[in-house]
């Protein structure tokens, strides 16, 4: 299944991809749905009102998660563009919710920042409460995926060694445009699936999940551990190589382009770059 969080009539709405419509699942936002028991049966069967996709406002796949836990040095080839050796654990950081946006919306570039970054990344997006997952019940939490474009300031970055600040600007992190269910997906909960980044049409980032550190299961097995995931939580895998500050001369979003992020059998984000209004 395909399932998104839908903008309409000043409100959002839970639904399924079927052909050119998108059926109403009786419920709000993708969050509401993963919360409840049997979600996935009933997000096969519900035959709620539906709405044409053709000009669809997506909000945030999940608008509201309790938490994003993002990995960062996950792709190897990534690691060594920026100089790094191989980790031996996932690199955690963290956004907020007030970061995220719908797949088609504007990415605000903050006046405070110089350079601002690209990240395309493959989403896990947590379908069961788990803590200390191991194993079968690891894999069973992952309700699918979904594409992220984990925005940076690398300024404020690597202002001190620790990467929030740099990472959870307000209206900044694309996510969307659906949930995939990994039994669409080659590999299933482990997909190999080709990633692309694109800035006004040039290629940017081009690779494959296949080429990732520590896998979805891997993450959902290592991140319960510290924390309990919830129903919509997001975990975002890490972006391959090709990023505007590693690149010599560095490039930097100015405001004005629009950003393509796309992951094959997931969807696109198609996110235009505006300057931040302050007053």
């Known amino acids: 299944m395909k399932l998104a969080t839908l903008r309409t009539g000043g409100a959002t709405r839970a639904v399924r991809l079927d052909g050119a419509v998108l059926v109403d699942l009786g419920v709000p936002d993708l969050g509401a749905l993963l919360a409840q028991e049997g979600w996935a049966e009933r997000a096969a069967t519900a035959t709620g009102a539906t709405y044409p996709v053709e000009g669809a406002d997506f909000a945030p796949v999940v608008p509201a998660p309790s938490k994003v836990v993002c990995v960062g040095l996950n792709y190897r080839n990534h690691i060594q563009e920026m100089g790094r050796d191989l980790p031996e654990h996932p690199t955690l950081f963290a956004k907020f919710?007030?970061?995220?946006?719908?797949?088609?919306?504007?990415?605000?570039?903050?006046?405070?920042?110089?350079?601002?970054?690209?990240?395309?990344?493959?989403?896990?997006?947590?379908?069961?409460?788990?803590r200390r997952a191991r194993g079968e019940e690891a894999e069973r939490a992952v309700a699918g995926f979904t594409v992220l474009n984990d925005i940076t300031c690398r300024d404020w970055q690597f202002r001190t060694r620790e990467w929030l600040q740099g990472k959870t600007w307000d209206s900044t992190t694309p996510v969307g445009p659906y949930l995939v269910t990994p039994d669409e997906l080659p590999g299933g909960v482990r997909p190999s699936l080709d990633v692309r980044l694109l800035v006004d049409g040039e290629v940017m980032q081009s690779d494959s999940t296949?080429?990732?550190?520590?896998?979805?299961?891997?993450?959902?097995?290592?991140?319960?551990?510290?924390?309990?995931?919830?129903?919509?939580?997001?975990?975002?895998?890490?972006?391959?190589?090709?990023?505007?500050?590693?690149?010599?001369?560095?490039?930097?979003?100015?405001?004005?382009?629009?950003?393509?992020?796309?992951?094959?059998?997931?969807?696109?984000?198609?996110?235009?770059?505006?300057?931040?209004?302050?007053?």
């Open 210 to 279: 296949g080429d990732l550190l520590f896998d979805p299961v891997d993450l959902v097995e290592y991140v319960s551990t510290i924390v309990r995931l919830n129903p919509g939580d997001i975990i975002a895998t890490g972006t391959p190589g090709g990023v505007g500050h590693a690149r010599r001369p560095e490039r930097y979003l100015l405001g004005g382009e629009t950003v393509v992020t796309e992951i094959e059998g997931i969807g696109r984000l198609e996110n235009r770059v505006v300057g931040e209004k302050t007053s």
């Open 97 to 130: 919710a007030d970061a995220l946006i719908g797949a088609r919306d504007d990415i605000v570039r903050p006046a405070e920042t110089d350079r601002f970054d690209w990240e395309v990344e493959l989403a896990v997006v947590v379908g069961a409460s788990v």
